[in-house]
């Protein structure tokens, strides 16, 4: 497809496609493939279906397209598409990453990096005073993740690339995704996804995507380790993905709408402390996130309650509209109170991490709205 088209014209016709005449993909299923009476293959590239399927190579070519990216692997887990980039390193590298990003993340890091024997510095890479001084550690590889979650830091990318230029420079942009930032584009090596969440959007397929600027050796083995390695998607959650990336672009544009009108509506509600959130201008991030997410500033924010723990846990009770869950990026609203999956990590109690979906914004600032004037008579 021509380069002229924009990204809901690509994604509604999943291009490039060139598998079969359906409109609707193929599910391919098959795990091997026939040779002929001499032993060669009738297909040369169809050996095995561990690391050759075509359903998967087609959702990886629309999602390499998505983000400009001149290859995509698809993972079974986005936590599997981060740790394949971190075993690729040798022995006692230097490594850089992002503080105060996903939980899951900082933890295996942390362990893998202590088993390897891999030199790890965390930092705020969100603050240019914290970066300074590590100006000299010259890191192999360099990891963030913007916006953050759950803090919604936003991290200056071109900036990254400025003060690492050796560095392989990998960002997590799972909750900005390719519609709202371009990581390849403003200097990173390698963009992670976890395709889970607002990628696929409807709760219902765990998947992880890497895809890389250039096709160098780190790519090559980033691709020997997936196929020797078996850390492969099962060609139904690949269609279920292609089937999902068709309305990707509405779905996202309307979360992120409804995101910002939500974030603007709390932040002035009596019973809010603050909002998390890179749309506000009170944010701190704002004109960095006004530069770098084109198109919108996610569907992602975390709301303080003005009150305790048990406040913030007795509003989360109250909500109906939005359902009680771990994940972010579908298309129903989700909220968690974060500090009870890592109370150890600074995260204040009284606050709510909120996935915003594609409900009316009107019934989602009402349950809101109900849920916290429970608590009180403000």
């Known amino acids: 497809m021509t380069p002229k088209h924009h990204l809901e014209t690509r994604a509604a016709h999943l291009e490039p496609s060139q598998v079969a005449a359906e409109i609707s993909p193929l599910l391919r299923t098959s795990t091997t493939y026939r040779r002929d009476s001499n032993n060669q293959l009738m297909d040369p590239a169809n050996v095995y279906g561990r690391d050759q399927n075509d359903t998967v190579r087609q959702a990886e070519a629309v999602l390499a397209q998505m983000e400009s990216a001149a290859a995509a692997l698809l993972w079974p887990s986005g936590m599997a598409a981060i740790s394949a980039v971190f075993r690729i390193l040798p022995i006692g590298s230097r490594i850089v990453v992002q503080s105060g990003i996903y939980w899951g993340t900082t933890f295996w890091v942390r362990q893998f990096c202590e088993e390897q024997g891999h030199e790890l510095v965390e930092v705020d890479a969100a603050n ?134 939500l974030a603007t509506y709390l932040l002035n509600h009596p019973l809010v402390e603050d909002v998390f959130y890179p749309g506000l201008p009170s944010s ?26 048990q406040t913030a846990l007795d509003v989360l009770g109250r909500l109906q509209v939005f359902q009680r869950a771990t994940s972010l990026g579908g298309v129903e609203s989700l909220v968690e109170h974060r500090h009870t999956i890592e109370p150890h990590t600074g995260i204040p109690e009284n606050l709510l991490r909120l996935s915003i979906g594609i409900e009316h914004i009107d019934d989602l600032i009402a349950d809101m709205d109900h849920a916290l004037r429970g608590h009180s008579d403000a």
């Open 128 to 261: 240019g005073s914290d970066l300074d001084r590590i100006s000299a550690f010259d890191p192999a590889l360099v990891f963030v993740e913007t916006p953050s979650n759950p803090w919604l830091k936003v991290v200056d990318i071109a900036d990254m690339r400025r003060r690492f230029p050796n560095a392989y420079l990998v960002v997590d942009s799972t909750a900005a995704t390719p519609a709202l930032t371009r990581p390849l584009e403003l200097g990173a090596d390698l963009v992670v996804h976890s395709a889970t969440k607002a990628l696929n959007g409807h709760s219902d397929v765990i998947a992880g995507v890497t895809l890389t600027a250039q096709l160098d050796d780190r790519w090559a083995r980033l691709a020997q380790h997936r196929a020797t390695g078996g850390a492969i998607i099962g060609p139904f959650e690949a269609w279920l993905l292609l089937r999902s990336l068709r309305t990707f672009p509405l779905r996202l544009g309307a979360m992120c709408d409804n995101a910002l009108r």
């Open 284 to 309: 701190p991030y704002h004109a960095i996130a006004t530069q770098q997410m084109q198109g919108g500033y996610g569907y992602l924010m975390s709301v303080l309650v003005r009150g305790d723990r």
